[in-house]
């Protein structure tokens, strides 16, 4: 069985400054695909960015960036330059070889400050 | 806008009732993924269709079906509704039914409250 468990139920975070969501999961599967997911108030998942677990190199999509360690099985999330229009709920998400299903973490709500 | 297209949008009913919920995926995606979102459950993995074929399951109930049909639109029937199917249903849809084909592009869910 896959699992995802994110620690942080809430985070803020000043307009400007950098955050970062923590994601750890648990997998038996040897290739296997992270995301995460945005969720604003108007409810739409959107995805945020994505990492294939057999590259090492950390997936970077403009201000959104991953720490991710294999062996540590942590999938972490930084914002930089946080917006306003930041806030969200976030998932981390976890996909296996089997196809395209995804288990979810609980999500972060996080909230970004003027 | 993903393109994923759900109706209704909201939907308030009774217990013991039916309901069905529909999904119109991307152009061109053959995969439809249906997720529910319960506030003490989370995001929760319900079943995929695949080219009108069933692909996987999660932890749908017995009270659940759903199906793909050949426009590839898709159909969740949830029947002898109880409150606690009181959820958001999301519809997902891609390209293909592996990884390799990318990511899965979520529509705006369906509310359903039962009373």
């Known amino acids: 069985a896959q699992t995802v468990t994110q620690s942080q139920p809430e985070m803020s975070v000043q307009e400007a400054e950098t955050v970062t969501l923590s994601c750890t999961y648990d997998?038996?599967?040897?290739?296997?695909?992270l995301f995460w997911y945005k969720q604003p108030p108007s409810r739409q998942m959107i995805l945020v960015i994505r990492q294939e677990a057999y590259k090492q190199q950390n997936a970077t999509e403009n201000r959104f960036s991953v720490n991710f360690q294999k062996a540590a099985k942590s999938f972490s999330l930084k914002i930089s330059d946080s917006q306003l229009g930041d806030t969200a709920m976030y998932f981390c998400a976890l996909g296996g070889n089997a196809g395209n299903m995804l288990t979810f973490g609980g999500g972060t709500r996080l909230m970004v400050k003027p | 806008d993903s393109g994923v297209t759900q109706t209704p949008k909201h939907l308030i009913t009774a217990t013991g009732q039916r309901v069905t919920l529909r999904c119109s995926p991307r152009s061109g995606d053959l995969s439809v993924y249906w997720y529910q979102q319960s506030l003490d459950q989370g995001l929760q993995f319900l079943i995929q269709?695949?080219?009108?074929?069933?692909?996987a399951k999660g932890n749908i109930l017995e009270r659940f079906s759903a199906q793909q049909f050949p426009d590839l639109h898709s159909e969740l029937n949830l029947s002898s509704l109880e409150l606690g199917d009181s959820a958001l249903y999301f519809c997902?849809?891609?390209?293909?039914?592996?990884?390799?084909?990318?990511?899965?592009?979520f529509g705006e869910g369906s509310r359903l409250t039962v009373l």
């Open positions: 997902a849809s891609s390209v293909g039914a592996g990884w390799s084909t990318g990511e899965l592009f």
């Open positions: 997998t038996s599967e040897s290739n296997y695909y």
């Open positions: 269709y695949y080219n009108g074929e069933e692909r």
